[in-house]
T-cell receptor, first 118, second 112 residues
Framework: DADVTQTPRNRITKTGKRIMLECSQTKGHDRMYWYRQDPGLGLRLIYYSFDVKDINKGEISDGYSVSRQAQAKFSLSLESAIPNQTALYFC?????????????????FGPGTRLTVL | RKEVEQDPGPFNVPEGATVAFNCTYSNSASQSFFWYRQDCRKEPKLLMSVYSSGNEDGRFTAQLNRASQYISLLIRDSKLSDSATYLCVVKILTGGGNKLTFGTGTQLKVEL
């Protein structure tokens, strides 16, 4: 079984709809992330969470919200989807080796959710 | 200027060839460096970390030049299975913890 799972894997929706993307992990990691990937722009960080009570905005958080329901679950919501939110969305997890300022922090990605907003 | 810049390619090489990718980063406070591999329509996966002294993992060699702020990845004896997009990733320590910045990737196609 995959360590990081995302649901749904594909979603087509209409402008103005509310969408929730879900991420679950069995790696026992405390850190979780949401990214979007667009052609020519690479992966961009939307939100991240270092533990259940810690939520932080990334570089492109406008139009998105998140919820960290448990250590293993991190959901991304689009309150009112718009076409330029069409992208491939990845959830990732990590656990620092050592303390928060450790120099290694490998991120493990889920399989991605392909979202199309019409 | 992008924080992490890579030549998008594609690099089309014959099987058995040696190929090198470069990546430049703009933030001199960058602390750690990585290469991730991403297959078409799949998630990125860590290929290797990049250490100051340079490091090798089988056919893959990574180098870091802090003075010039660039990172390289060398692949020797290319295999068909090496075809993928290679992402240069830089970690910067921020007030809220470590932040990874991804390059847009360099596409490699290894051909018979």
């Amino acid at each position: 079984d995959a360590d990081v799972t995302q649901t749904p894997r594909n979603r087509i929706t209409k402008t103005g709809k509310r969408i929730m993307l879900e991420c679950s992990q069995t790696k026992g990691h405390d850190r979780m992330y949401w990214y979007r990937q667009d052609p020519g722009l690479g992966l961009r960080l939307i939100y991240y969470s270092f533990d259940v009570k810690d939520i932080n905005k990334g570089e492109i958080s406008d139009g998105y919200s998140v919820s960290r329901q448990a250590q293993a679950k991190f959901s991304l919501s689009l309150e009112s989807a718009i076409p330029n939110q069409t992208a491939l969305y990845f959830c990732a997890t990590s656990s620092p080796i050592g303390d928060r300022n450790a120099s290694t922090d490998t991120q493990y990605f889920g399989p991605g959710t392909r979202l199309t907003v019409l | 200027r992008k924080e992490v810049e890579q030549d998008p390619g594609p690099f089309n090489v014959p099987e058995g060839a040696t190929v090198a990718f470069n990546c430049t980063y703009s933030n001199s406070a960058s602390q750690s460096f990585f290469w991730y591999r991403q297959d078409c329509r799949k998630e990125p996966k860590l290929l290797m970390s990049v250490y100051s002294s340079g490091n090798e993992d089988g056919r893959f060699t990574a180098q870091l030049n802090r003075a010039s702020q660039y990172i390289s990845l060398l692949i020797r004896d290319s295999k068909l299975s090496d075809s993928a997009t290679y992402l240069c990733v830089v970690k910067i320590l921020t007030g809220g913890g470590n932040k990874l910045t991804f390059g847009t990737g360099t596409q490699l196609k290894v051909e018979l």
